[in-house]
């Protein structure tokens, strides 16, 4: 063969090679060591007069390097210079991890549905609170010993809101004030949020949390409505008929107020606190307390999740600790 037709034939059978096997079949043909196309020609420079020899060395030198060039381009267009990206369709598929919610998501979104299910609208409130919406408006004026029911994170002198010192709330029953000083009766409403407690954390208790709040309001709302709307809620979140019982408590914003537990796995527990809207409640947004009634609540996100879930350390929802939150 002439390195013309060596040339020729080397390119073209690269060109089509499919495989690490074909290259290597064109390699031997042309390069091969013992009788290479090129290989023999090569060989046979030694016995050329100068002047061929020259010239002819040239050429098949050059051309040695371009079919190993053209071999190895042609090697990384198949793949075949790294094992990794050479396609096994033998091999098990990489398992496709999917985003999915957090448990306190979850149980919000379940309570948003439930109430939305029995009429209730769903309102939100600012984090940041002024000591009135708070506090004051909540029937719990400066210094009486009910404030002490909060340990309350405040905010620096300088965040002062005209009379109000500002805070984080440490409940979502601010929410009530703010919604009656906009809204008429009758509604229901239900307010999820973020608490803050200037507390200890152990695994009962977190500097923050979540609560829902609820208050309905009307010309003739009464404890018996209440107690349907929590039971029919009861059955719902926890899927099944699920006994519910009241005990008198005290809450400044409530008259009466109360304390609601449920049965739990044979165990009574307790979940949120409730009761009749207090008359200094209505003053407070200018209704008239002869004319209208209301009842609210308010429960503990974290602590229903752990029910349901049978958590029990509320530091968990915080922890970022994948192990805990895959299970849900
Ligand atoms: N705000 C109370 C707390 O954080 C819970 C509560 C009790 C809310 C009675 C209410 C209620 O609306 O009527 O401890």
Do not use: C
């Not at 098990?92 to 979850?106: C, Q, S």
Request: aromatic fraction near 10%; proline fraction near 6%; hydrophobic fraction near 40%.
């Amino acid at each position: 063969m002439t390195l013309g037709e060596i040339k020729e034939k080397a390119l073209a059978a690269i060109a089509k090679a499919q495989n690490l096997k074909d290259l290597e079949a064109v390699k031997n043909e042309f390069l091969g060591r013992q009788d290479g196309e090129l290989t023999t020609i090569l060989r046979s420079l030694k016995d050329m007069p100068p002047e061929e020899k020259r010239e002819t060395g040239t050429a098949a030198n050059a051309l040695r390097g371009e079919i190993e060039s053209a071999m190895k381009s042609r090697l990384g267009v198949l793949g075949a210079g790294s094992s990794s990206s050479r396609l096994d369709i033998t091999r098990p598929g990489e398992k496709v991890r999917v985003g999915h919610l957090h448990p306190l998501t979850l149980m919000e979104n379940r309570i948003k549905e439930i109430f939305l299910g029995l009429n209730f609208s769903i309102v939100e409130g600012p984090e940041v609170e002024s000591e009135h919406y708070n506090f004051d408006a909540l029937n719990i004026p400066p210094n009486h010993p009910a404030r002490d029911m909060w340990d309350t994170f405040w905010l620096p002198a300088q965040y002062k809101d005209k009379d109000s010192r500002q805070l984080l709330r440490t409940h979502t029953s601010p929410m009530q004030i703010r919604y009656m000083e906009t809204h008429q009766p009758p509604f229901q409403i239900i307010v999820p949020g973020r608490v803050f407690r200037f507390e200890a954390t152990d695994a009962s208790h977190e500097v923050n949390f979540h609560q829902v709040e609820g208050l309905m309001v009307g010309p003739d709302v009464n404890l018996a409505n209440f107690k349907y709307v929590i039971s029919e809620f009861f059955n719902q979140l926890l899927n099944q008929k699920t006994d519910i019982r009241l005990r008198p408590s005290y809450f400044p914003f409530v008259e009466p107020g109360l304390e609601v537990d449920i049965k739990w796995k044979g165990k009574w527990l307790e979940v949120m606190g409730a009761g009749m809207v207090h008359p200094n409640v209505f003053d407070a947004v200018k209704y008239n307390p002869q004319q209208v009634k209301g009842f609210a609540f308010g429960m503990g996100l974290e602590r229903l999740a752990m029910i349901k879930y049978k958590i029990d350390d509320i530091r968990l929802f915080y922890s970022g600790d994948l192990r805990f939150v895959d299970q849900f």
